[in-house]
């Protein structure tokens, strides 16, 4: 199906009995993800199939991207719609830092809602227990315009290591691939159980390692992330629980998307049916609570970011106190 530019609409009207009844508007919107086997693609991917069953008004076509980093440039290009992005990313895109630098501030990005909470980690071979220790060795941060490689690259600035390790650039799977042939160290790898982690470390001791509070509070300059704890149990051969870097997850939709379209995907996807649903497409809507981020968190405002109209409405609806610098 074709996919209409931002704020088109397509309305379709029948001839019944001699009396013309316009059917409802109906949007077709992009929502992008990242790779094919991303975890990105397959939270869009359940995003458009349970909106796509649940309403005649919106559809929503799950779009492959190079990821967390290039979704930013998608939607504030108006090349799509919608999209999955990093709290970083909207941080950085803002400001012109980071993958952003010499770019012109995206300002017609607005907020839809925060998807989860997440964590990335450098994980590495047996013997190197920290990451001062990946010094003098090679790493594979993931593939370019990842959220995973932009904070892995974080962690090294704050450490002071990222001119003293070879870096290479390869995807999650041949990540894993490449640890357990010992062509890498060490690679970063996402919210646990991470499917690259498990694969290596089912062939191959791995050692998760810790970010200190220190180097936290250096990397919060740079970007909107706080200490998380990927736990004992994770994988079957992690122990102890160990610190990590998290971030929050979000769509982001530009700001010529009709509001009647963003308050209907909220709508569907997070009544009890679409929870229920989204929740067996990934565990990670088992973190789904946009309202407790943005009263008790400070969702957006750390990014800047204002809402979009549809999720002003559909949040009000809900009780959710906005400050008014989220409102648009």
Same mark, same amino acid.
């Given at each position: 199906?074709?996919?209409?530019?931002?704020?088109?609409?397509?309305?379709?009207?029948?001839?019944?009995?001699?009396?013309?009844?316009?059917?409802?508007?109906?949007?077709?919107?992009?929502?992008?993800?990242?790779?094919?086997?991303?975890?990105?693609?397959?939270?869009?991917?359940?995003?458009?199939?349970?909106?796509?069953?649940?309403?005649?008004?919106?559809?929503?076509?799950?779009?492959?991207?190079?990821?967390?980093?290039?979704?930013?440039?998608?939607?504030?290009?108006?090349?799509?719609?919608?999209?999955?992005?990093?709290? *970083?990313? *909207?941080?950085?895109?803002?400001?012109?830092?980071?993958?952003?630098?010499?770019?012109?501030?995206?300002?017609?990005?607005?907020?839809?809602?925060?998807?989860?909470?997440?964590?990335?980690?450098?994980? #590495?071979?047996?013997?190197?227990?920290?990451?001062?220790?990946? #010094?003098?060795?090679?790493?594979?941060?993931?593939?370019?315009?990842?959220? *995973?490689?932009?904070?892995?690259?974080?962690?090294?600035?704050?450490?002071?290591?990222?001119?003293?390790?070879?870096?290479?650039?390869?995807?999650?799977?041949?990540?894993?691939?490449?640890?357990?042939?010992?062509?890498?160290?060490?690679?970063?790898?996402?919210?646990?159980?991470?499917?690259?982690?498990?694969?290596?470390?089912?062939?191959?001791?791995?050692?998760?390692?810790?970010?200190?509070?220190?180097?936290?509070?250096? *990397?919060?300059?740079?970007?909107?992330?706080?200490?998380?704890?990927?736990?004992?149990?994770?994988?079957?051969?992690?122990?102890?629980?160990?610190?990590?870097?998290?971030?929050?997850?979000?769509?982001?939709?530009?700001?010529?998307?009709?509001?009647?379209?963003?308050?209907?995907?909220?709508?569907?996807?997070?009544?009890?049916?679409?929870?229920?649903?989204?929740?067996?497409?990934?565990?990670?809507?088992?973190?789904?609570?946009?309202?407790?981020?943005?009263?008790?968190?400070?969702?957006?405002?750390?990014?800047?970011?204002?809402?979009?109209?549809?999720?002003?409405?559909?949040?009000?609806?809900?009780?959710?106190?906005?400050?008014?610098?989220?409102?648009?």
């Amino acid at each position: 199906m074709k996919r209409v530019g931002i704020g088109t609409v397509i309305f379709s009207v029948m001839l019944l009995t001699a009396a013309t009844i316009a059917f409802a508007a109906k949007f077709e919107i992009g929502l992008a993800g990242a790779g094919p086997a991303s975890l990105a693609y397959t939270l869009a991917a359940g995003v458009a199939e349970n909106t796509n069953t649940k309403t005649k008004l919106l559809r929503i076509t799950a779009e492959t991207s190079a990821g967390f980093v290039e979704n930013i440039r998608l939607v504030g290009r108006g090349e799509s719609h919608l999209a999955f992005t990093g709290g *970083i990313q *909207i941080f950085q895109a803002f400001r012109g830092l980071g993958p952003y630098k010499g770019e012109s501030p995206y300002k017609d990005l607005r907020g839809v809602a925060v998807t989860h909470g997440t964590n990335v980690s450098w994980n #590495a071979r047996e013997g190197i227990n920290s990451v001062p220790e990946l #010094a003098g060795k090679t790493v594979s941060i993931g593939p370019p315009g990842s959220a *995973i490689a932009d904070l892995g690259l974080l962690i090294l600035d704050a450490y002071e290591v990222r001119s003293k390790v070879k870096i290479l650039r390869l995807s999650y799977e041949e990540s894993s691939r490449a640890f357990v042939d010992g062509q890498v160290d060490a690679f970063m790898g996402g919210p646990a159980p991470y499917p690259a982690v498990m694969q290596a470390g089912a062939q191959k001791k791995i050692n998760i390692l810790p970010l200190d509070m220190e180097r936290l509070k250096k *990397i919060q300059k740079l970007a909107p992330v706080f200490l998380d704890t990927i736990p004992a149990g994770a994988y079957d051969w992690l122990k102890k629980d160990v610190p990590v870097l998290g971030y929050l997850g979000y769509i982001v939709a530009h700001k010529g998307v009709p509001e009647e379209a963003v308050h209907e995907l909220l709508k569907v996807n997070l009544s009890p049916e679409g929870v229920t649903y989204l929740k067996r497409n990934h565990r990670l809507w088992n973190m789904w609570n946009t309202k407790t981020y943005i009263e008790e968190k400070g969702a957006f405002a750390l990014e800047g970011l204002k809402l979009h109209p549809g999720a002003v409405r559909y949040w009000k609806e809900k009780g959710v106190s906005i400050p008014s610098a989220l409102l648009p």
